[in-house]
């Protein structure tokens, strides 16, 4: 709800409001997390980063207060 009042609070100035959920991904954190064969059953960096930014690059004013979610 907060992101939803945001992105009407800054319409008016042109700016998007976004939530982006990216999914697990392998870092080191993870891999010291859930040990190194679980991690890499999980997102490579730049695959979800590259998601991230199709993400990103698709919002507009008319989605602004929405969420975006990366598979």
Known sequence: MV???LADEFR??????AL?????????MLRQ????ENAA???????VIGDLIKV??????ENSG???SLS
């Open 33 to 36: 997390l859930i040990g190194p």
């Open 20 to 28: 982006v959920s990216p999914p697990p991904t392998e870092t080191d």
């Open 12 to 17: 008016e100035r042109g700016i998007i409001v």
């Open 3 to 5: 992101m939803r009042v």
């Open 41 to 47: 059953r999980q997102g490579k960096a730049l695959d």
């Open 66 to 68: 929405g969420h975006g």
């Open 56 to 61: 990103i690059d698709g919002l507009s004013m």
